[in-house]
């Protein structure tokens, strides 16, 4: 009696699983409709961000993206894959999506997003995926800052695996005594060469060979650059000075009451100079050196009168010889391009392209919405506008892949207030393709996100160190340079 009692127990358990199981499935499949019914529509998908007909790398994370305005769910179709979604959020999965890129380097994926609203399915336009087989270095770094002038102090610089979403903290204010820091530079894109600086009292710039930690008093280091060979860098000293505008769509000037432009010897710890880069008739910034370290690339203007004749302040395209083996500076500099004001010069690692920022006048393109990209083949002197890189809001702040077929620029092409880090494949012929936004694991992140990605960089590896080290080698005695 007491067996079949149990019996009957384990009898109806089961049954209640079952029923379980099947209620939950079902209440789970009614909250992802398929299609029926499907109404067409010629018009593309209003998708953010904007992935439509995009070219991207095989190892890029995850392209998950809203559909703007109502809607109450979503089947999404690349490739062989089939995406399913209540609400207007298409998520993918990490594994199927990179299955999908690894079957589907070197083709052309089409996607096609049909969406239930008010109740009835409408198939939009098609677009596409193009998927090349050329990577995209795996790690981006950039500096996450408020987009306005008042909370400077309240910096962090991040690290983030452009292939998933694993983001870590290379500085934060919180760590580093609310101390601004500058952008995270890369020597040849190497996570074993690095450098960021902390300014402020007690600061100096943070050098990381291998994950070794040490703190360089370099004065007044803003922009730099490592030489192919890491021994020298190429910085330069200003004196910045924020203005305002009256003008309402142009909210604040940045410009330089003084700079200059050195050479810092690594090994021997001293200051190279020249009286050509610290002219005092002249501006000079944004050095970098050129990839066979034969040439420091910098931008140069003349003189005026600031802020009173801001807008007549015009910077050129130059560049001066420089030798790597007795680290001696060229006696002649030579003029690449000067029409409209040129900042930030970035040459690929394949030495074919000069990739720089053209703005109105001043130096900080960042608050110029004119601000575009401009590439300049380095053995014909031809100028490639980027017309389908480039948006009527700021883009700027630009730094190559390793392999120099992608580069990442930051990009207030939304709202004109935030910078958002975008990626640009430029294929062997040198032709540059639409960008596309760095994917995110929550499609509503940029909408929620109040930071601006500033400054970005691609490295091949992850960096060695995080914030922890970073204050750790704040503490230091600074080594001096002569």
Sequence with gaps: MIRKSMDLRRMLNGIVVVLLFTISYQLFTGCTPTPENVQKSNELPPIYPDYCNVTIPQNI?????????????????????????????????????KALMQQSAGQTLSVTITALIDGRWTAYKPFEWQ????????????????????????????????????????????????????CHTYANQSPELSMM?????????????????????IPGSVYFGFSPTGRYITYSTQKIIPAFHSDPSKRLEVYDASSNVFVADMEEHRVISSPLLSDSLKFETFPTFSPDGKYI???????????????????????????????????????????????????????????????????????????DLQMMNVQTGAIDS?????????????????????????????????????????????????????????????????????????????????????????????????
Aim: aromatic share 12%; proline share 6%; net charge negative.
């Design 61 to 97: 994370a995850p392209l998950n993206f809203l559909l703007r305005g109502h809607c109450e769910a979503l089947e999404v179709k690349v490739g062989s894959l089939t995406l399913n979604a209540s609400g207007n959020e298409a998520v993918f999965d990490i594994d199927d999506w």
């Design 131 to 182: 998927v090349v087989k050329d990577k995209v270095d795996p790690y981006l770094t950039y500096r996450l800052i408020e987009p306005d002038y008042e909370i400077w102090n309240h910096v962090q610089i991040q690290q983030r695996c452009v292939e998933n979403f694993d983001v870590n903290a290379l500085g934060h204010y919180e760590q580093l005594e609310n101390r601004c820091m500058n």
């Design 197 to 217: 600086y902390v300014r402020g009292q007690g600061g100096g710039a943070i050098l990381n060979r291998k994950g070794e930690l040490s703190k360089l008093s």
């Design 297 to 371: 690339y910098y931008c140069a203007a003349d003189t005026v009168s600031l802020p009173t004749d801001i807008r007549q302040l015009q910077y050129s395209l130059v560049h001066i010889p420089f030798d790597e083996g007795t680290g001696t500076i060229g006696t002649e500099v030579d003029t690449l391009f000067n029409q409209r004001s040129v900042c930030h010069p970035r040459i690929s690692p394949d030495g074919k392209f000069i990739l720089y920022t053209v703005a109105d006048y001043g130096t900080f393109p960042i608050w110029h919405p004119e601000a």
């Design 386 to 482: 980027l017309t389908i890189v480039n948006s009527p809001k700021s883009d700027t702040y630009h730094a190559w892949s390793s392999n120099s077929r992608w580069f990442v620029f930051a990009s207030k092409r939304d709202d004109g207030l935030y910078g958002k880090p975008y990626f640009c494949y430029v294929d062997k012929d040198g032709k540059a393709h639409k960008p596309f936004c760095l994917p995110q694991q929550h499609p509503t992140f940029y909408d929620n996100n109040l930071k601006s990605f500033n400054a970005p960089e691609l490295g091949k590896g992850k960096v060695p160190f995080d914030v922890e080290d970073v204050a750790k080698a704040m503490k230091q005695e600074a080594i001096p340079f002569k």
